[in-house]
């Protein structure tokens, strides 16, 4: 009977865990931006190996935004890299631990994406290991 009752609770843990939906689903961390005081969208990234937190960033179009871009401290070097010319939007920064301010005013809705543009040699970019989000205007 002991046996039983561990074996029971034991599936249930199983069941619990495999249950849970976020185990393959893709990390997706938005944050959108509000107007501040300045009249500018504040937006704050963090980034490292590999990933960039948040991972969609939500801002509007036609007001000037501000992004502080930092990364983790790491032998690895990182940039912050959006190439979106038809909504006026031109970055490509190299980061370090100490924020990096970024501006610009997006003129056209969309998404965008952001990412790092680096890649060691013969391996994958930084931006297919993960470390990529989407800026979205609207
Ligand atoms: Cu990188």
């Given at each position: 009977m002991r046996t039983t009752l561990v074996l029971l609770a034991c599936c249930l843990g199983l069941a619990g865990g495999s249950g849970?939906?976020?185990?393959?689903?893709p990390d997706e961390a938005t944050y959108r931006a509000t107007v501040s005081s300045d009249g500018m969208q504040h937006a704050k990234i963090e980034g490292g190996s590999y990933f960039f937190r948040p991972n969609r960033v939500i801002v509007k179009a036609n007001i000037p935004v501000e992004l502080a871009v930092s990364v983790g401290s790491s032998l690895i070097p990182h940039t912050f890299v959006i190439q979106a010319p038809e909504a006026g939007i031109a970055v490509d920064e190299s980061l370090s631990s100490t924020a990096k301010s970024i501006r610009f005013t997006p003129t056209a809705a969309g998404s965008y994406p952001f990412y790092c543009?680096?890649?060691?040699?013969?391996?994958?970019?930084h931006r297919d290991k993960g470390m990529e989000g989407v800026l979205v205007v609207e």
């Open positions: 849970r939906a976020d185990v393959t689903a543009r680096n890649r060691l040699l013969f391996f994958e970019s």
